[in-house]
């Protein structure tokens, strides 16, 4: 195993872990609507880093797949940051409140 | 020419289809659909009568199903018998429908009365053309089921409606009977042809009592479609729908079916000799109780039809000793001077307003036309000479005397003198005699053209056909029997007897009141005219039965169903419903639970995983 710049890929996946972390207790605790969002994001973007890293440290320097899945996930993300803001607006507008446990017309 | 019979009924189907299309909007012209397809029919079957008289015949079929190496043909026979029937069939319906167009002027559901009138008939020329019982059969059910909606045509008052169930449900007894029948000689057989069972089952040496009970089985549907004893108390009831239709089911079609079913399958009953005697006990008893009924009755469509069972029973009785050409015979005339009768005691009632004859009286210097066509009729039904009900009775009856069975000719000829007398005792009540009701004098009218024409048509052959086709018809129907056998003074006792009863209902009737009431008082008539009155109990052993065999297993049936059958799904249900009460508490409607659900299973999976890989 090639060691870059003597960081081992073990860091690289820890900072990504506690990354995800974070992002997952926002998006499962924080009642605002756009911290949930942004906790998805931050999931999103630790994925990344692990992508990135694993692609750097097993693959062939040349074949850059890993990256490019990683720019993929960002658009995607960008997507997804532009439907889910949309959708906030909307229930703001409807509800009066974006905070998503008091959404809970589904209830059974 | 022959090759055509089956447009016969394919005309009033086709004005049946017309009927349900344009008739709502063809307005009272809706009748011509019907009126024109059987005049056609008419005229098609007369050709036809006129070639079948000259020696033809056709019977054809096609294959119409397989059923592993078994195939079922359909098709159509025209012989003497059917061409006989058609050309009565379509020419009685056709004046019917004419006249019903005067006597239905105005009603609500007067289309529909007319599109039911034509299947019933294209259902009753099915029935006759068809060469197998299968498609006999069906034609005979499509018969049942007009004739349940013709007579709760006037379905408004629930009396109407309860007299049409009990007709379907009494002929659906019946039924029963006859689908059973068919389908014990179809499985013996493998042939529902009526050519090809009796011989089939002549070849097979089967023992007499399965013959003896095929026979019987077959002729159960008969008594039930004819209305013979104990299956005929629907009929009676059955005089709630309109005239012309009790003019149709008791002279033209539905209890002629009946009959007609005993002589197509004749060759069954010849195998089966046993019954072909109860066909004959079964008639003559059918020809003796209703003529007693008739007597005391005081509607005058119910004396007329006491009077139709009664004359049904002559028709089986005839088929019991023998003398099938005789039957059919009588069953030719009874169907013109009964449709007579009817169409005329409609007129009558269209012009009084009611049905009870101690109302009517007098109506004779009113109602001309309409009397003197119902004394036509009902000098013909009393079989007086040279009128038609004559020649076809003493036929009969001259055959009951050559056969072993004597009781029949006695049954027979009392019945003669029954008939004689209620009849006469109808006409007295109606058309004679001082007005007993001013308010139904002052009513009374004579009926409108389209009424009168009809009758006036048919009281010709009422009064003339059985003198006119007693031999030719004889000779078509069964060319090589020899002649019937001379009954010396039994031959004449008939007459004798039926004139006996027009002298002693023109005495009771035409005299004063009071005289009837005292006999009526004495020890000797009281408990029959009792007894006559309570219609020989019949109704209420029906109604026994009825309570017994289908209401009692019904209830036990009911309550099975309400409490296991339902209680089981009901069970289900309620399971489902609490199980879903326990559910629905899981889902909160907050998407972060979810979410904190989904993330933690999938963290067990994944360790789970992990566990059982390594």
């Known amino acids: ?108 | 020419m022959l090759a055509w019979a089956p447009l016969v009924p394919a005309l009033p189907l086709a004005a049946y289809v017309l009927h349900l299309i344009f008739g709502r909007r063809a307005g009272e012209r809706t009748a011509l659909f019907g009126i024109v397809a059987l005049a056609l029919s008419t005229l098609l079957s007369l050709a036809i009568l006129v070639q079948v008289a000259h020696g033809a015949a056709i019977d054809r079929s096609v294959p119409w199903l397989r059923i592993g190496g078994l195939q079922v043909r359909m098709g159509f026979a025209v012989g003497p018998l059917e061409a006989v029937m058609l050309a009565m069939v379509s020419f009685i319906s056709c004046f019917i429908e004419v006249y019903s167009m005067g006597y239905m002027h105005g009603d609500r559901r007067y289309n529909r009365f007319f599109s039911n009138v034509t299947l019933f008939v294209a259902a009753m020329l099915t029935a006759v053309i068809a060469n197998n019982l299968l498609l006999f059969f069906a034609a005979w059910e499509v018969m049942g089921l007009c004739s349940y909606l013709l007579i709760g045509h006037w379905f408004e008052d629930p009396a109407n409606c309860r007299a049409a169930t009990k007709a379907f449900m009494v002929t659906r007894i019946g039924d029963v009977g006859l689908l059973l029948g068919i389908w014990w000689a179809f499985s013996l057989t493998h042939t529902f042809s009526f050519a090809a069972l009796p011989g089939a089952l002549g070849a097979m040496h089967l023992p007499a009592a399965t013959l003896d009970a095929i026979a019987l089985l077959i002729f159960l549907g008969a008594v039930g479609k004819s209305a013979q004893v104990p299956l005929q108390i629907w009929l009676p009831d059955a005089m709630a729908g309109p005239t012309p239709i009790s003019a149709l089911i008791h002279a033209a079609t539905m209890v002629a079916a009946g009959v007609f079913l005993v002589a197509r399958t004749y060759g069954i009953f010849l195998l089966a000799p046993a019954a072909l005697h109860w066909v004959g006990i079964v008639g003559g008893i059918s020809a003796f109780i209703p003529a007693t009924i008739a007597c005391v009755q005081t509607d005058i469509k119910k004396v007329l039809a006491y009077s139709t069972i009664s004359q049904l029973g002559y028709m089986m009785l005839a088929m019991g000793v023998g003398a099938f050409e005789a039957g059919i015979f009588h069953l030719l005339t009874h169907a013109f001077f009964k449709a007579l009768l009817f169409l005329a005691a409609g007129s009558v009632i269209h012009a009084a307003g009611t049905q009870n004859m101690h109302e009517m009286g007098g109506l004779w210097r009113k109602l001309r036309t309409t009397g003197a066509t119902f004394v036509v009729g009902t000098l013909a039904l009393a079989a007086i000479p040279p009128f038609s009900g004559f020649w076809s009775k003493d036929a009969i009856l001259r055959a009951a005397w050559a056969s072993p069975d004597r009781a029949l000719y006695w049954l027979g000829t009392i019945a003669a003198g029954l008939t004689a007398y209620y009849m006469t005792r109808a006409v007295v009540l109606t058309f004679f005699g001082r007005p007993r009701d001013a308010h139904v004098q002052e009513h009374a009218h004579e009926s409108p053209a389209v009424m009168l024409v009809p009758l006036v048509v048919l009281s010709v052959p009422a009064a003339l056909l059985g003198w006119v086709v007693d031999r030719p018809l004889r000779q078509l129907l069964t060319p090589h029997a020899p002649a019937a056998a001379a009954a010396g003074v039994y031959g004449f006792l008939p007459l004798l007897l039926s004139l006996a009863g027009v002298a002693v209902g023109l005495a009771l009737y035409l005299g004063p009141l009071a005289r009837r009431e005292a006999l009526l008082r004495s020890p000797l008539v009281r408990p029959v005219y009792g007894l006559c009155k309570r219609l020989w109990f019949f109704d209420d052993l029906g109604a026994v039965v009825m309570y017994a065999v289908g209401l009692g297993p019904s209830y036990v049936i009911g309550a099975f169903d309400r409490y296991v059958v339902d209680g089981v799904v009901n069970g289900i249900g309620w399971l489902a419903m609490a199980f879903g009460r326990l559910w629905r508490k899981l889902s909160t409607g907050n998407v972060q639970a979810y979410m904190l659900t989904m993330v933690v299973a999938l963290a067990i999976g994944l360790v789970a995983l992990q566990a059982m890989g390594g």
């Open chain 1, 1 to 108: 195993m090639i060691a870059a710049q003597g960081i081992p890929l073990v860091a690289f996946l820890a900072v990504a872990a506690v990354l995800f972390c974070i992002g997952l207790f926002a998006a499962l605790r924080r009642a605002n609507a756009i911290m949930v969002l942004m906790g998805i994001e931050l999931m999103l973007n630790a994925v990344n880093i692990n992508l990135v890293a694993f692609s750097r440290y097993s693959a062939p320097a040349d074949a850059a797949r890993g990256q490019a899945f990683a720019l993929f996930v960002l658009a995607v993300a960008a997507a997804e940051a532009a439907v889910g803001l949309a959708l906030v607006i909307i229930v703001s507008r409807r509800r009066n409140t974006i905070e998503v446990d008091k959404i809970d017309t589904l209830r059974g």
